[in-house]
């Protein structure tokens, strides 16, 4: 069986190359996931998400750095570089990854960033302005869902 260190180095080394497949692999069928846009997705939710994110992904580059992992729990730091499709502007997002794991996969993973900072970026002005709001987050995470439900149904 693999270390919980060797899944999280997997599952960035797949996203590296976009590979969903692979990173879909990585987590336990019951396996949930959150961040700042996407909330409390299933595991083929999360599985979808991240085709569709590796699909669209332009002008992408990823980083992932200060690995560590127990029996249950696992961390990790990770930057992507992108262009933000919605609005084609450059994002340089800095993550902190939190992991649970159970049966030798990932059960539970819960990235953090600065929500303002990425805003700000990806969306421009009305980032800078708006992003610190929940109003903003909500609608991002509206708009999040709304396009992993289409991709899903698509």
């Not at 933000?84 to 993550?95: C, E, R, W």
């Not at 992991?99 to 993973?109: A, L, M, P, V």
């Not at 708006?130 to 899903?152: E, I, P, Y």
């Amino acid at each position: 069986m693999q270390s919980n260190e060797q899944i999280i180095e997997r599952f960035y080394r797949a996203f590296q190359q976009k590979d969903y497949k692979t990173m879909g692999e990585c987590y336990h069928d019951e396996a949930t996931f959150t961040d700042e846009a996407f909330v409390n997705l299933n595991a083929q939710e999360v599985r979808a998400m991240w085709q569709m994110l590796c699909v669209r992904a332009k002008d992408f580059r990823l980083e992932f750095s200060q690995i560590k992992a127990e029996d249950n729990i696992g961390s990790a730091h990770w930057e992507a570089w992108y262009l933000f499709s919605q609005s084609g502007n450059k994002v340089h997002n800095i993550i902190d990854a939190a992991f649970e794991f159970k049966d030798g996969k990932i059960s539970k993973h819960r990235d953090s960033f600065d929500f303002h900072r990425w805003a700000g970026q990806a969306l421009g002005l009305t980032g800078k302005l708006l992003g610190w709001t929940s109003f903003l987050k909500n609608k991002v995470q509206t708009t999040a869902r709304r396009g992993l439900d289409k991709f899903m149904a698509g």
